[in-house]
């Protein structure tokens, strides 16, 4: 029988993950995944990467957990493996702290991530400006490298790989069934006026003696240590689609850091970095049918995670496999997956 043809539209880290999902769970699918910029061109590869989200908020906190858990998980499993050097997944443990105490000083996120707890009066003390903060242990993933390495995962799966660009679904109809991970093109690709450009600026130093990550609370502001440099935000600017280095910002950035870590001011610039991250009220996992070339064709969609993409991806991914399975249990004439 004829394998089910499967195509993933998108090779960010949402794409990518949802790519590999698909073809290790249901082998007797051939999967085309299918972008037109892949790693280091995403926008992925510029995301700080540590694993700590949000509520979106119309999903039902039940599904934000799981897809949270679901994804903490497998990136854990992969920084305490030997695979942890070559996927660029580490632990990575450090404070988030408040200007003022939260109305939630424990997030539905905490039982989950390793260590939680209330930072002491000790601790806080050398942030004089903030009254309230929470320690624990998260995962970082470098992008630069988990990309490379998820689509090596997918090509042994035997995944095949097509870059192209894909300006409508009608160009995918010889298809069985279509995944959108398109993120921002899904404006364009499937008529989302939902989705909208959330603007991210960061800056790459050269800082190895920091070893601990810091967050404001209100997310503007963050050092992460990572494997390859320190990351340095940012900025959140939603509708804006401007691609270059704002030079003050920049500035901004650095002086924002530097007041919470005042060694920064030794550290070296390496780089400086410009996305626009797919914003959405809530991200899409859904599924329908478009009609193509006289035929219904089953799409599942999985995209628009703003700032979450690698903190979400994996679970979220789970979540697109079940329903590319409840589409395929509903084709008889298929074979049993």
């Not at 035929?295 to 995209?303: G, Q």
Request: aromatic fraction near 10%; charge should be positive.
């Amino acid at each position: 029988m004829a394998p089910v043809r499967v195509v993933v539209v998108g090779a960010g880290v949402v794409g990518l993950s949802t790519a590999v999902c698909i073809s290790e769970a249901l082998p007797s699918c051939s999967v085309t995944l299918v972008a037109d910029r892949f790693s280091p061109d995403t926008t992925s590869d510029g995301a700080a990467g540590i694993v700590l989200p949000a509520e979106f908020p119309d999903i039902p906190l039940e599904r934000q957990r799981r897809w949270f858990k679901d994804s903490f998980d497998h990136l854990l499993e992969i920084a305490q493996s030997q695979h942890s050097p070559d996927a660029g997944v580490i632990l990575s443990s450090g404070w988030q702290i408040f200007k003022e105490v939260p109305a939630e000083k424990k997030p539905f996120w905490s039982e989950f991530v390793i260590g939680f707890r209330f930072m002491t009066d000790g601790e806080l003390k050398r942030f004089p400006d903030h009254r309230f903060g929470q320690a624990f242990t998260t995962v970082k993933c470098e992008c630069c490298s988990y990309l490379p390495w998820l689509e090596k995962r997918f090509r042994r799966a035997g995944g095949l790989v097509e870059k192209r660009k894909v300006n409508s679904l009608q160009e995918l109809s010889h298809f069985d069934l279509i995944v959108n991970c398109s993120g921002l093109g899904s404006r364009t690709l499937v008529g989302d006026t939902h989705v909208y450009p959330v603007r991210g600026q960061v800056l790459k130093v050269e800082a190895p003696w920091l070893k601990h990550f810091i967050r404001d609370g209100d997310g503007k502001t963050y050092i992460y240590p990572g494997v390859h440099g320190v990351t340095l935000g940012g900025t959140r600017q939603e509708g804006d689609w401007r691609l270059q280095v704002d030079r003050g910002e920049a500035e901004s950035i650095l002086e924002r850091s530097s007041r919470l870590e005042p060694s920064l001011t030794k550290a070296k610039v390496l780089g400086e970095w410009v996305g626009l991250r797919p914003g959405r009220r809530n991200l899409k996992v859904e599924r329908e049918a478009v009609y193509l070339q006289g035929r219904w064709v089953p799409v599942v969609h999985n995209y628009g995670h703003g700032g979450f993409g690698v903190t979400l991806a994996w679970g979220t991914a789970l979540d697109a496999l079940g329903l590319v399975r409840q589409c395929l249990n509903e084709k008889p004439q298929q074979a049993k997956l």
